[in-house]
């Protein structure tokens, strides 16, 4: 037999969780310097390949090969000492842990042999090396602990210490869901890197245009099956989602067809000093109000003020035309006041708890002593709206952790959907959801502005803001550049001037 030329090859692999299959004949290849997409809808399977070849799972059956070898490795120890190192797609630091720590966690022995404890400096001193090197010492210190990062922070900091091992293959799944333009630059340089260096990437990403953009080839999984495996340049989009969805999808948009009632929610003069500054907004039932910016222009902020996350440091805020004051998310919840955060974890997906816990009213009850719906229609909203965004899952009493990314998403949504908003404020909405999820998202979000709540959504893909606002209010640097209405709100380059703070 001739040498393989795959640097890691898996093949036939089978795994089932409590007798559900979720990977039946997965396989994956890799050639030396190429990045590989991975792709395939919420539950398809990829991350559970992933953590199959990092020796997190083990396999029912099928092999993977590194170098022309068999691997058994029996931890994601073995896999990151043989050459294999992954970004995670969920985030979880050790709160208290620094940046150093984090970094070099697992590896402090074999950096210090004989020392009886750890050296912080040196530790440190190798931390800050790295982050001068990625052009992140500006904004992290190696002695920051690790909850003072904010979750691009976090992202980027995982990748750092997946590409310090100097793998020979680096398996990213979904490494640009919360980065923004500026960290994904940096990332996209990394990657060139590696490639150069003849490192193998796995590249697990819902972003289309991420994917043309990057990627030598892409394989599909559909259902836990391998699909097949296309050269990126001889694809077209249509071809990739067909091969994950197995039919055709709609393009485009629906239209907001709701009838606009009056003002519902009014921010005037919102200032945190340093992060935003004399914001004023509207909005009124039955619309989508798009908020557009690049990441870190302090869209998230607002929002996360006016909710109470954040402390205010001055402004108003008008709800039904009356004064209100917010000091504490309770009181946003007690006035139907709702925020889908971006961080999964912040808005209280308890990951250890049954979906339906995680979606019952118990939740927001309990911070706003009021009960808005009864048990049997909570229910059935829970089950309804679980299913309409397609969750893939056996039942609503599945453990959250058993989860695929995406699906988790969706229960945040269902959760927020289920509280009854007069306000919805959707933060990346559609981050790591498949494109046949994303379409039933929308088509929710119209059904809800149609019932006459107001929608303020943020995010980063200009196409879905564009497509789904009825306005869209633009920020940069903390202030509102503009507001758009009509045509203007469709013109992806009107947005991008005002968002780089231009008149
Ligand atoms: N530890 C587990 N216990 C039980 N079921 C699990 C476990 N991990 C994953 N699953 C199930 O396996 C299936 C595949 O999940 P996986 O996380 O691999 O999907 P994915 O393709 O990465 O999706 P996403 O795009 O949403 O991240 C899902 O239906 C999920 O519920
Ligand atoms: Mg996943």
């Known amino acids: 037999m001739e040498d393989t030329k795959y640097i890691l090859e898996a093949k036939g692999i089978d ?59 029996k931890s994601a120890r073995d896999a990151l000492d043989a050459g294999i190192s992954m970004i995670h797609q969920e ?25 009886p404890f750890v050296d912080k400096k040196e530790l440190n001193r190798m931390t800050q090396e790295l982050l001068e090197e990625f052009g992140l010492s500006e904004f992290i210190k190696p002695d920051m602990k690790m909850k003072d990062l904010n979750i691009a922070q976090i992202q980027m900091m995982e990748i750092i210490k997946a590409i310090s091992y100097n793998s020979k293959v680096v398996i990213m799944d979904e490494p640009t869901s919360s980065l923004s333009e500026k960290e994904t630059e940096t990332l996209f340089r990394i990657i060139a890197n590696l490639k150069e260096k003849k490192i193998g990437i ?19 999984l559909r259902d836990g099956q391998f699909i097949g495996c296309v050269n990126t340049k001889e694809a077209s989009r249509e071809e990739l989602i067909n091969m994950m969805v197995g039919r055709e999808l709609e393009g485009g948009y629906p239209h907001n067809t709701a009838e606009k009632g009056d003002v519902v929610l009014e921010l005037k003069n919102f200032t945190r000093k340093g992060v935003f ?126 989860l695929s990314g995406g699906n988790q998403q969706k229960v945040v949504l269902a959760k927020c959907l289920l509280s009854d908003p007069k306000v919805l404020i959707m933060d990346e909405p559609t981050r790591g959801i498949d494109v046949g999820a994303k379409a039933a998202i929308y088509n929710i979000m119209i059904e809800l502005a149609k019932r006459g709540i107001a929608i303020i959504m943020i995010s980063s893909e200009l196409p879905e803001l564009i497509g789904m606002s009825d ?19 469709a013109s992806q380059q009107k947005i991008m001037n005002l968002a780089f703070g231009g008149k």
């Open 15 to 73: 795994k089932s969780f409590s007798g559900v299959t979720v990977l039946k004949g997965a396989e994956l290849c890799i050639i030396p310097g190429e990045l590989h997409a991975l792709m395939g809808e919420n539950g398809a399977g990829k991350s559970t390949l992933m953590k199959i070849i990092m020796g997190i799972y083990t396999k029912d059956a099928g092999t993977v090969t590194l170098d022309g070898k068999d691997t058994d490795f």
């Open 202 to 220: 796995i590249y697990i990403s819902h972003r289309m245009e991420e994917v043309f953009e990057l990627s030598d080839r892409v394989s599909v």
């Open 277 to 402: 500054e004399n914001v004023n907004l509207s909005v009124h039932a039955g619309e989508i109000l798009g908020m557009a910016g690049l990441v870190g222009a302090g869209r998230s902020e607002v929002m996360r003020a006016l909710v109470g996350y954040d402390h205010l440091d001055s402004g108003e805020i008008i709800l039904e035309g009356k004064n209100i004051t917010i000091k504490h998310p309770k009181d946003a919840v007690r006035n139907h006041i709702i925020m889908a955060s971006e961080d999964r974890k912040e808005l209280g997906l308890v990951l250890c708890r049954s979906i339906k816990e995680n979606v019952s009213l118990q939740n927001f009850d309990k911070l706003a002593n009021a009960s808005f719906i009864n048990k049997g229609t909570e229910r059935k909203l829970a089950d309804d709206y679980t299913k309409q965004m397609a969750t893939k899952m056996n039942g609503i009493e599945d453990m959250v952790s058993s």
């Open 471 to 489: 306005r869209v209010m633009v920020m940069s640097g903390g202030k509102v550049t503009g507001v758009l209405e009509g045509e203007e709100a």
């Open 91 to 115: 985030l979880s630091p050790i709160p208290e842990m620094t940046v150093a720590e984090n970094v070099f966690l697992g590896r402090e022995q074999k950096k210090f042999k004989g020392l």
